[in-house]
């Protein structure tokens, strides 16, 4: 747990608030737990914190099952692996990493054997890297447009992590087109509500580009354990 995690959560919060006051969004923080013990969840959690992200499923699999007294709403943000998608469909209530019709054939198959509706963001791979899961910018609206046909999957939004050098260096330009794409979508989709973009590094650029769901992990439990 980051020492300062409390300033921290007090900051996050209040940059949080003024932005939702200037925007007129409700806007959800989900905190990244990967790595983290229970404990540590359930410290957070009894601060009224709701809303959790994990990125791997065995690891995660072990803490939503020992805190399913709790009434937390879990979100799925790592790269999936079809073997995996069943297990991650029981488990999570979001999953913020779907870039292909393959795994949203799955997801939808799945969901409905669960007798659920699953919140899915598209991922975007707004800066074309190699080593990042996602679709084109100009492809999200084909992909989108074939979700019309299920029936257990709800596209809440897309997601994005913009390069680490664009996030460093507040080169804005990753970030003005995913708002303005978000925009669009807004605009003519039904529940199409989130824009997942922003972490620990650069929240306050996404918070400023109309992001409405940031991920934040390593600002209140502090760096990765080995």
């Given at each position: 747990?980051?020492?300062?995690y409390?300033?921290?959560?007090?900051?996050?919060s209040?940059?949080?608030?003024?932005?939702?006051?200037?925007s007129?969004?409700?806007?959800?923080?989900?905190?990244?737990?990967k790595?983290?013990?229970?404990?540590?969840?359930?410290?957070?959690?009894?601060?009224?914190?709701?809303?959790?992200?994990?990125?791997?499923?065995?690891?995660?699999?072990?803490?939503?099952?020992?805190?399913?007294?709790?009434d937390?709403?879990?979100?799925?943000i790592?790269?999936?692996?079809?073997?995996?998608?069943?297990?991650?469909?029981?488990l999570?209530?979001w999953?913020?990493?779907?870039?292909?019709?393959?795994h949203?054939?799955?997801?939808?198959?799945?969901?409905?054997?669960?007798?659920?509706?699953?919140?899915?963001?598209?991922?975007?791979?707004?800066?074309?890297?190699?080593?990042k899961?996602?679709?084109?910018?100009?492809?999200?609206?084909?992909?989108?447009?074939?979700?019309?046909?299920?029936?257990?999957?709800?596209?809440?939004?897309?997601?994005?992590?913009?390069?680490?050098?664009?996030?460093?260096?507040?080169?804005?330009?990753?970030?003005?087109?995913?708002?303005?794409?978000?925009?669009?979508?807004?605009?003519?989709?039904?529940?199409?509500?989130?824009?997942?973009?922003?972490?620990?590094?650069?929240?306050?650029?996404?918070?400023?580009?109309?992001?409405?769901?940031?991920?934040?992990?390593?600002?209140?439990?502090?760096?990765r354990?080995?």
């Amino acid at each position: 747990m980051n020492q300062n995690y409390l300033d921290n959560l007090a900051t996050i919060s209040a940059n949080i608030k003024n932005a939702s006051l200037r925007s007129g969004d409700n806007i959800k923080l989900v905190l990244v737990s990967k790595s983290q013990k229970k404990d540590s969840i359930k410290k957070i959690y009894d601060l009224g914190y709701r809303s959790f992200g994990e990125n791997y499923l065995q690891e995660a699999k072990e803490k939503i099952e020992s805190l399913d007294s709790c009434d937390i709403e879990w979100h799925f943000i790592g790269r999936l692996q079809t073997n995996k998608i069943r297990e991650i469909v029981k488990l999570f209530g979001w999953i913020h990493t779907v870039s292909s019709k393959k795994h949203m054939d799955m997801i939808d198959k799945f969901s409905m054997e669960c007798n659920k509706i699953m919140n899915v963001c598209i991922q975007i791979n707004i800066d074309g890297e190699e080593s990042k899961s996602g679709v084109d910018l100009n492809k999200v609206d084909d992909l989108i447009s074939i979700s019309e046909n299920y029936r257990n999957i709800q596209i809440r939004g897309i997601m994005a992590i913009p390069s680490k050098t664009n996030a460093l260096e507040k080169k804005e330009h990753s970030y003005e087109l995913l708002s303005e794409k978000f925009t669009e979508l807004r605009a003519k989709l039904v529940n199409f509500d989130t824009l997942s973009l922003g972490m620990s590094s650069d929240y306050k650029l996404a918070l400023a580009h109309n992001a409405n769901l940031i991920r934040i992990g390593t600002l209140v439990f502090g760096a990765r354990e080995k």
